[in-house]
């Protein structure tokens, strides 16, 4: 099955600097790969995924690159600012057939950015 | 769109008595649900895969007997750990897919405590 690993697992930046998360992933059939923030008893909330045939996607300060040659794709943030500070995870999946197919998910980087 | 409730958000009970976490697709069919349980600064651990009307498909090391997922409809899946026990005490959060497409629905989570 599936096996996401992610890197690092806490992180610590200046607010306006940059931050990037880095996965790797197992299965060379997996075509989805969504980014989630969770703040503390929250539930994961979406913030950016790609598939697989997209290299790059962007969203305001936060774009996400996916290299399907050497199975990783990477989470950028930049200008980071305070209410970045939460934990972040990377997730991947196989949904070629259907949508039944469950998440699998990195082990999380909690991110600190200090003001 | 895509509403995802859980019911309740917060339990306590009893070492050896069970629990019912209920979780709702508000707004939308969920043909699958997922359910994942989340240890304190861990990532999410996929339990179980539920499709309506068929039994839930168990991860390796999860016992179908202790924690019953019952999907009877397209909106419901519930969670129920039975004899439970201080271990059990973690946060369990649903997911639901509709089928179609690749992303997944997040309960709000129902943190478990058991005494």
């Known amino acids: 099955g599936e096996n996401v690993e992610q890197h690092p697992s806490t992180l610590s930046v200046q607010e306006g600097d940059s931050a990037v998360i880095k996965c790797t992933y197992s299965d060379s059939a997996s075509n989805y790969f969504p980014w989630y923030k969770q703040e503390l008893g929250k539930r994961p909330q979406l913030i950016i995924d790609?598939?697989?045939?997209?290299g790059e996607k962007k969203d305001q300060r936060i774009a996400v690159t996916l290299n399907k040659t050497a199975k990783h794709f990477s989470l950028h943030i930049t200008e980071t600012q305070p209410e970045d500070s939460a934990v972040y995870f990377c997730a991947a999946k196989n949904d070629r057939n259907s949508g039944n197919t469950p998440l699998v998910f990195g082990k999380g980087t909690r991110l600190s950015v200090i003001a | 769109g895509a509403v995802v409730s859980q019911h309740p958000s917060r339990v306590i009970c009893k070492s050896g008595t069970s629990v019912k976490i209920e979780c709702r697709s508000l707004?939308?069919?969920?043909?699958?649900m997922f359910w994942y349980r989340q240890f304190p600064k861990q990532s999410l651990m996929l339990m179980a895969t539920s499709n309506e009307g068929s039994k839930a498909t168990y991860e390796q090391g999860v016992e179908k007997d202790k924690f019953l997922i019952n999907h009877a409809s397209l909106t419901l899946s519930t969670l129920t750990v039975t004899s439970a026990h201080p271990e059990d005490s973690s946060f369990y959060i649903c997911s639901a897919s509709t089928g179609v497409g690749y992303e997944q629905y997040f309960g709000p989570g129902t943190r478990l405590t058991v005494t």
């Open positions: 707004d939308f069919q969920a043909t699958t």
């Open positions: 790609i598939r697989s045939n997209v």
